[in-house]
């Protein structure tokens, strides 16, 4: 099936450091949304976006929409040994019974 | 009340028999997704219900693949006759509006 192309593949960052990773689409996503999942468990999801060009913050989590409607990108400010694990962006189309694309995930590993 | 679950955690399954997978969603949750995560990848799309039918089983990679949902609650995958390729994470996803959260998965293994 299809799947987003998210890049970084992976990341290995020291604490502290800014990280930034995105995901783009050759189609148009109404939705975007940023999972992050810890070994062994599901995605947790950390940010929804809903509108083209919009920006949101939760915590020291940002994302943004792109205005083409066919991007996203995620950025991690002042990273912490918690923020290992593997991010995936997934775009929703409206009228697709929310099914969701899933990008292929960005690895991100912290070190002290 | 709680997340949603997964039953069973792990399966190892001989190549040939059939397994069955349980999802419990959250409860109130309208609607249900599966999910299939290979070693490394994202995630692939199965099936999704809405109630207890399935409006979009366009991911189903095959008709050994099934899925049911009875009550508008618990589901059941079912892949008969496993093959080696099947080995994967199934994780089952629900949602009320279009949030979807997600459970552990089940770990299949077939050898």
């Known amino acids: 099936g299809q799947q987003l192309n998210q890049s970084p593949q992976s990341m290995f960052i020291q604490e502290g450091e800014d990280v930034s990773m995105n995901c783009t689409s050759s189609?148009?996503?109404?939705?975007w949304l940023w999972y992050k999942q810890d070994p062994g468990e599901g995605p947790v999801l950390l940010i929804a976006?809903?509108?083209?060009?919009e920006l949101t913050s939760n915590g020291r989590l940002t994302a943004q929409f792109g205005i083409t409607r066919k991007d996203s990108f995620l950025n991690i400010s002042a990273s912490i040994p918690s923020d290992v694990g593997i991010y995936f962006c997934?775009?929703?189309?409206?009228?697709?019974?929310?099914?969701?694309?899933f990008g292929t995930g960005t690895r991100l590993q912290v070190t002290l | 009340g709680a997340g949603v679950s997964q039953s069973p955690s792990n399966k190892v399954t001989e190549k040939g028999k059939d397994v069955e997978l349980r999802c419990d969603p959250i409860?109130?949750?309208?609607?249900l997704y599966w999910y299939r995560q290979s070693l490394g990848q994202g995630l692939e799309f199965l099936i999704y219900?809405?109630?207890?039918?399935?409006?979009?089983k366009s991911g189903l990679p095959s008709d050994r693949f099934s899925a049911e949902r009875t009550g508008g609650s618990v589901s059941t995958l079912t892949i008969q006759r496993t093959q080696q390729e099947d080995s994967a994470v199934y994780l089952c996803?629900?949602?009320?509006?279009?949030?979807?959260?997600f459970g552990p998965g089940t770990r299949l293994l077939v050898l």
């Open positions: 976006l809903y509108k083209a060009g």
């Open positions: 997934a775009g929703l189309r409206t009228g697709t019974a929310s099914k969701l694309t």
């Open positions: 996803a629900s949602s009320l509006t279009e949030t979807q959260y």
């Open positions: 409860s109130g949750h309208t609607a």
């Open positions: 219900f809405q109630g207890n039918s399935a409006p979009d």
């Open positions: 189609s148009i996503f109404n939705t």
